[in-house]
């Protein structure tokens, strides 16, 4: 979602300016500006507990990236490296479906309505799924190449954001992925939502069912820095493990940066580039597995990050990491790389989708009531055989008294 951590107000005032700007470096990750921030609220306002509060977390924080940073060597080993999954044991006390060698659609039917009603899954049938699909998308391409043939059609959807119950009513309103029905999902599964294993897991589930019926792309929030931050990480170890969290997070260094779709539709998370002369080619070419994370520069970084603007040319982010880019860079990139449109998410709409750059830039967004506090409306972009788009808007639905970001790492950023 962007985050507008770098409008200033209309009337620049110290006391109201400072406060945001120290939130807006938090939300961006840039801890240590945010240190500084925080630190002249106080001097300024001695008595302010609340940014007394939030300096503390926020030290914190730098400590522990520090220290992480620190004993970083290279990546690390594989999470699955001594993981025996075959060897645990599943209680008799157990009142689930049963997940044998391969997937069925009676352990997910099963497993949805375990979710729905608060109850996990067994800690080993998370590891068979996660490992299943880890295997799956590592053998695809950084681009998936896909066409919707005759008979058939797919969905695309952009973040979900864990917020699972709106997840069932896209599946409830278009159907649930099938041999005749193809689901895309953009990136940004999990994060701010309190259910995002269980979006996570369901996904994964469909996958390793059907693996050419569903197709997943990474986003910016399938990376370690924000699952660290935004939810996903504390969730994890709250509901499984931390080996759990570690297994999800090489599973999602190996999803596919992008899907082109009949030649004509190149869809991807964040959005284009800071050169012009970037091609699919480069896309096709770009070996992800060689760079678990995307740092903070490169193809993979814009492909995760960017965002579009109104005016031409090419700006600085208002997230503080990528850029922006105008229709005159969208116009070149589809006309060099022979495409109609570039599809993305990334970004709430408040209609769930907007139609920008003259017709050749579409933002899809699938989480309604973003976070409890926006009041969009959520969407979904369906494509027949004849590549043509319909966009289908809905709306939230009632979730269990759960609020996002329960699981996020301090009060500091569950105010994000």
């Given at each position: 979602?962007?985050?507008?951590?770098r409008?200033?107000?209309?009337r620049?005032?110290w006391?109201?300016?400072?406060p945001?700007?120290?939130?807006?470096?938090?939300?961006i990750?840039?801890y240590?500006?945010?240190l500084?921030?925080?630190k002249?609220?106080?001097?300024?306002?001695?008595?302010?507990?609340?940014a007394?509060?939030?300096?503390?977390?926020?030290e914190?924080?730098?400590?522990?990236?520090?220290?992480e940073?620190?004993?970083?060597?290279?990546?690390?080993?594989?999470?699955?490296?001594?993981l025996?999954?075959?060897?645990?044991?599943?209680?008799?006390?157990?009142?689930?479906?049963r997940?044998?060698?391969e997937?069925t659609?009676e352990f997910?039917?099963?497993?949805?309505e375990?979710?729905?009603n608060?109850?996990?899954?067994?800690?080993?049938?998370?590891?068979?799924i996660?490992?299943?699909?880890?295997?799956?998308v590592?053998?695809?391409?950084?681009?998936?190449e896909?066409?919707?043939?005759e008979?058939?059609?797919l969905?695309?959807?952009?973040?979900?954001?864990?917020?699972?119950?709106d997840?069932l009513?896209?599946?409830?309103?278009?159907?649930?992925?099938?041999?005749?029905?193809?689901?895309l999902?953009?990136g940004?599964f999990?994060?701010?939502?309190?259910?995002?294993?269980?979006?996570?897991?369901?996904?994964?589930?469909?996958k390793?069912?059907?693996?050419?019926?569903?197709f997943?792309?990474?986003?910016?929030?399938?990376?370690?820095?924000?699952?660290?931050?935004?939810?996903?990480?504390g969730?994890?170890?709250?509901?499984?493990?931390?080996?759990?969290?570690?297994?999800?997070?090489?599973?999602?260094?190996a999803?596919p940066?992008?899907?082109?779709?009949?030649?004509?539709?190149?869809?991807?998370?964040?959005?284009?580039?800071?050169?012009?002369n970037?091609?699919?080619?480069?896309?096709?070419?770009?070996?992800?597995?060689?760079?678990?994370?995307?740092?903070?520069?490169?193809?993979m970084m814009?492909?995760l990050?960017?965002?579009?603007?109104?005016?031409?040319?090419?700006?600085?982010?208002?997230?503080?990491?990528?850029?922006?880019?105008?229709?005159?860079?969208?116009?070149?990139?589809c006309?060099?790389?022979?495409?109609e449109?570039?599809?993305?998410?990334?970004?709430?709409?408040?209609?769930?989708?907007?139609?920008?750059?003259d017709?050749?830039?579409?933002?899809?967004?699938?989480?309604?009531?973003y976070?409890?506090?926006?009041?969009?409306?959520?969407?979904f972009?369906?494509?027949?055989?004849?590549?043509?788009?319909?966009y289908?808007?809905?709306e939230?639905?009632?979730?269990?008294?759960?609020?996002?970001?329960?699981?996020?790492?301090?009060s500091?950023?569950?105010?994000?």
């Amino acid at each position: 979602m962007a985050l507008r951590s770098r409008m200033p107000p209309r009337r620049w005032s110290w006391t109201r300016t400072t406060p945001r700007r120290a939130l807006a470096n938090s939300a961006i990750l840039h801890y240590k500006d945010a240190l500084k921030d925080f630190k002249a609220v106080i001097k300024r306002e001695p008595g302010n507990r609340d940014a007394k509060l939030k300096l503390s977390e926020c030290e914190k924080l730098v400590r522990r990236l520090e220290f992480e940073k620190a004993i970083e060597v290279g990546d690390p080993p594989s999470a699955f490296e001594n993981l025996d999954i075959d060897s645990m044991a599943v209680d008799a006390s157990y009142d689930g479906v049963r997940l044998e060698k391969e997937m069925t659609q009676e352990f997910i039917d099963d497993m949805i309505e375990r979710f729905k009603n608060g109850k996990k899954i067994h800690r080993k049938y998370a590891f068979q799924i996660i490992k299943a699909v880890k295997d799956l998308v590592y053998a695809e391409p950084t681009m998936v190449e896909i066409g919707v043939e005759e008979g058939k059609r797919l969905t695309v959807c952009g973040d979900t954001h864990g917020q699972f119950f709106d997840l069932l009513e896209i599946f409830r309103l278009n159907g649930y992925p099938s041999d005749t029905h193809a689901y895309l999902f953009n990136g940004d599964f999990v994060d701010r939502g309190s259910w995002s294993t269980e979006i996570a897991l369901l996904l994964y589930a469909y996958k390793w069912l059907r693996p050419n019926g569903i197709f997943l792309n990474r986003g910016n929030h399938e990376t370690d820095d924000m699952n660290k931050v935004y939810g996903f990480e504390g969730e994890c170890k709250a509901k499984y493990n931390e080996t759990v969290f570690k297994v999800f997070s090489e599973s999602f260094s190996a999803l596919p940066l992008a899907t082109l779709i009949g030649n004509k539709f190149l869809v991807l998370h964040g959005g284009l580039f800071s050169d012009d002369n970037t091609t699919l080619d480069d896309i096709r070419k770009l070996n992800r597995h060689n760079q678990r994370q995307p740092g903070q520069q490169g193809l993979m970084m814009e492909m995760l990050w960017t965002d579009p603007q109104t005016e031409p040319g090419r700006g600085p982010s208002k997230r503080g990491v990528g850029l922006q880019f105008g229709p005159d860079v969208t116009k070149r990139f589809c006309e060099k790389n022979g495409l109609e449109a570039i599809i993305r998410s990334h970004e709430v709409r408040m209609e769930g989708y907007e139609v920008e750059h003259d017709g050749r830039c579409i933002t899809v967004f699938s989480a309604p009531k973003y976070c409890d506090t926006t009041e969009n409306k959520g969407a979904f972009i369906k494509i027949g055989p004849e590549l043509k788009l319909e966009y289908q808007v809905f709306e939230a639905v009632p979730h269990p008294d759960i609020k996002p970001m329960a699981y996020a790492q301090s009060s500091l950023m569950s105010m994000m």
